[in-house]
C-alpha cells in the first residue's frame, strides 16, 4: 500500500477492535530509507498499513507507537539510525506518532427538552450522538440533523448499541421506572461515563432499590454519576445540559480537579 493512502485508513482504524497509532516521519537528514511524509499506521496486534522504511528503524517504531496507545497521548522520537540502529545509511529521522482514538459515542435516553439540547451542543464535540426514544413525535420533530435517532423502545434498543471504554451514557426519560431500567442494563456494560438525571430523592431511593432487589454493591453504585451533571445552579434545559456535557468532557479528558473546584 502506497503511503499517500494511509489518511484513508484512518476511520476504519477509529472503528477497529485493535488499538492504532499514526505514524509520520516528519523530518528526514543524510540518508534514510523513507523521505518526510513516509506513513504507516501500526495496530495493536503488531500488524501495519504502510511503511517508514522498514528493517529495526521500523520495529523500533512499532514498540513505540504500542506505547503511544496505551498512555493515549501523542509524541515525537528522534533516531539516529547509525548509533541506535546500527543502519549503515547513517542519516536522522524524525517520527510524530499520534494513538488513533476510537470515536466517542454519546447515547442519550429520552427526547425531551433536556436530551434535545444535550444533543444539539454535544453534536459538535467529537461526539457521535444517539437518542433514543419510543416517542416518534418527540424524535421528528426538532433534532439536529447530525444526530442519530433510534425510535425504538429502550428493551429493543439497547442489545442493539455497542457498549465499550468510549461509550458515555446519559439517562433522562419521561419516567422514573424506564430510567432505573435502563440503568440496570447499562451498568452492567463496558462504559466511560454513565449518568442519571434526577432528585437526590430520586437517587436515594435508586440506590436503596439497587441494594436490595438488584444486589448492587456501594462500588457498583458509585460508578454512576447521579444526579447528572456539575452543580452549576442549572434550571434551564439548556443550563441542565450545560452542566451534563460538562461533566462529561472532564471525565473524556480525565480532569479530576473539575470537581474538588466545585466541592463536589
Known amino acids: 500500500m502506497i503511503a499517500s493512502g494511509i489518511f484513508e485508513k484512518i476511520p476504519a482504524a477509529r472503528n477497529d477492535k485493535r ?8 523530518s528526514a537528514k543524510g540518508s534514510v530509507p523513507a523521505g518526510a511524509g513516509s506513513k504507516m499506521i501500526v495496530y495493536s496486534d503488531r500488524s501495519i498499513d504502510g511503511t517508514i522504511g522498514g528493517g529495526s528503524l521500523e520495529k523500533k517504531v512499532t514498540e513505540d507507537a504500542l506505547r503511544v496507545m496505551e498512555g493515549r497521548k501523542a509524541e515525537l522520537f528522534r ?4 548509533h541506535q540502529h546500527n543502519m549503515c545509511c547513517g542519516g536522522t529521522v524524525d517520527i510524530y506518532i499520534e494513538p488513533v482514538m476510537k470515536k466517542n459515542k454519546l447515547y442519550i435516553f429520552g427526547a425531551g427538552h433536556t436530551g434535545h439540547a ?20 418527540y424524535l421528528d420533530s426538532f433534532f439536529p440533523a447530525g444526530v442519530n435517532k433510534m425510535n425504538l423502545k429502550h428493551e429493543e434498543a ?8 468510549n461509550t458515555y451514557i446519559c439517562i433522562m426519560t419521561y419516567s422514573h421506572r424506564l430510567d432505573r431500567e435502563i ?9 466511560a461515563y454513565l449518568g442519571m438525571i434526577g432528585s437526590r430523592r430520586k437517587v436515594e431511593m435508586t440506590k436503596k432499590m439497587f441494594s436490595e432487589n438488584l444486589e448492587m454493591t456501594e462500588e457498583d453504585l458509585n460508578r454512576v454519576d447521579m444526579p447528572m451533571g456539575v452543580d452549576i445552579g442549572a434550571g434551564t434545559p439548556g443550563e441542565i445540559a450545560l452542566s451534563i456535557l460538562a461533566k462529561i468532557v472532564s471525565v473524556k479528558n480525565n480532569v479530576s480537579v473539575w470537581e474538588k473546584e466545585l466541592h463536589l
Not at 488499538?19 to 516528519?26: E, R
Open 79 to 82: 533516531h539516529d539510525l547509525k
Open 19 to 26: 488499538g492504532a497509532a499514526l505514524c509520520i516521519v516528519v
Open 158 to 165: 439497547l442489545p442493539l448499541l455497542p457498549f465499550d471504554e
Open 183 to 191: 440503568l440496570a442494563y447499562c451498568i452492567k456494560k463496558h462504559f
Open 118 to 137: 444535550l444533543a444539539k451542543i454535544s453534536e459538535g464535540m467529537d461526539f457521535e450522538v444517539v437518542v433514543i426514544d419510543e416517542r416518534k413525535e
